[in-house]
């Protein structure tokens, strides 16, 4: 016997929702809303006031500092040579003077080993001087 699809009554009302329009319409507001609450959160426009000053400061001039490590290992301060206990009262200095910390530019020689470098940027961490520059060739 075959099995009848029909329904009962033609007439009769169906009493489901049908639930993909609704789930399309949050699934769409919530990407609209996804999208434009970065935009807005963004461009929050204020009017600021101004300074009527015609001086402007000058940038605290700061001069960097130099460590090289030569491929015999001795440590140098700029240009001048230095042993690694005076290398430490220097970074010392630094640490206590007033202002802007400088940048420390590390330059080691090529064949040097790694471990004479991290010693240097170890003395720069326990003093918290935390602007490092590793020089490298620029080819």
Do not use: C
């Not at 609704?22 to 101004?50: C, G, H, K």
């Not at 000058?58 to 490590?69: A, G, N, R, Y």
């Amino acid at each position: 016997m075959a099995k009848d699809f029909k329904r009962p009554q033609k007439l009769a009302v169906i009493s489901d929702l049908n639930m993909t329009p609704l789930i399309d319409l949050a699934f769409s507001l919530l990407i609209i809303f996804m999208i434009t609450t970065p935009v807005i959160e963004q461009y929050n426009r204020i009017d600021l006031p101004e300074q009527p000053s015609s001086e402007t400061q000058p940038p605290p001039e700061v001069e960097d500092k130099f460590i090289t490590i030569d491929s015999e290992g001795v440590y140098h301060w700029g240009n001048d040579p230095i042993g690694k206990t005076q290398l430490g009262l220097q970074l010392d200095e630094i640490m206590q003077a007033e202002g802007e910390q400088p940048t420390i530019h590390i330059r080691g020689d090529r064949n040097l080993l790694w471990q004479q470098i991290i010693d240097v940027i170890n003395m720069l961490k326990e003093r918290n001087l935390t602007k490092l520059s590793l020089d490298t060739k620029a080819n």
